[in-house]
């Protein structure tokens, strides 16, 4: 089992929508916890991170839960523009801060 | 430009060659990473520099792959032997402060094709 599962789509909706993703990790001493976000081909960026009392930019929405170890991103009024792959992040708790990566949920918005 | 910038953005082998990436960091920053990305995945941490010191490797860098930065700033990671396994795009990334929720500054990637 991964330490980090996200379904990975693709997600197929209509430039409007509200979109969730979801995403499971399985250690609980799990420290930080981010949504980076990735074009084809390109390299992964920071989207926001997570927080528990929950966090807002802009359209975009984070959730987490760490009794259910549990961390989500909502994504309102979808724009063409958000159509890539989103990547679900946390961090241990060790001394080199490394990110372990789900795989990933492929986000599709048509016109 | 003043990101991390990584060289070749793209290599091609044949199976059994050597081959030598690079990777400069944004400056100053004192953490280094290097991850590893295969097709439909998420990227795979790799090793951990804090300034010129290597501090963590992954169980996925066998012997075949060495990385070094040995004044600090920029990094190399070379793999001998390339195995078509070894295809994958290899991504480095930088980070400037030990917190934890300190951003992870990537590069563009190198896209390594073994035939």
């Known amino acids: ?39 084809c081909r390109k390299e992964p960026k920071l989207l926001m991170s ?6 807002e930019d802009g359209r975009f929405t984070a959730q987490l839960n ?27 708790m060790d001394s080199s801060y490394k990110l372990i990566f789900g795989s990933g949920t492929r986000l599709l918005v048509r016109p | 430009d003043t990101g991390v910038s990584q060289d070749p953005r793209h290599k091609i082998t044949k199976r059994g060659q050597n081959v030598t990436f690079r990777c400069d ?14 097709l439909g995945q998420g990227p795979e941490f790799l090793t951990y520099f804090q300034n010129e010191a290597q501090l963590e490797k992954s169980r996925l860098l066998s012997d075949r792959f060495s990385a070094e930065r040995p004044k600090g700033s920029f990094s190399t990671l070379e793999i001998q032997r390339t195995e078509q396994g070894d295809s994958a795009m290899y ?25």
């Open chain 2, 91 to 115: 991504l480095c990334a930088s980070s400037p402060s030990v917190q934890p929720s300190s951003e992870q500054f990537f590069g563009p990637g190198t896209r390594l094709t073994v035939l």
């Open chain 1, 1 to 39: 089992r991964k330490e980090v599962e996200q379904d990975p789509g693709p997600f197929n909706v209509p430039e409007g929508a509200t979109v969730a993703f979801n995403c499971t990790y399985s250690n609980s001493a799990s420290q930080s916890f981010f949504w980076y976000r990735q074009d």
């Open chain 2, 25 to 38: 960091p944004i400056s100053e920053h004192n953490r280094l990473y290097w991850y590893r990305q295969t």
């Open chain 1, 66 to 92: 760490r009794a259910s170890q549990y961390i989500s991103l909502l994504i309102r009024d979808s724009k063409l523009s958000d159509s890539a792959t989103y990547l679900c992040v946390v961090t241990r």
């Open chain 1, 50 to 55: 997570v927080y528990s009392s929950g966090n």
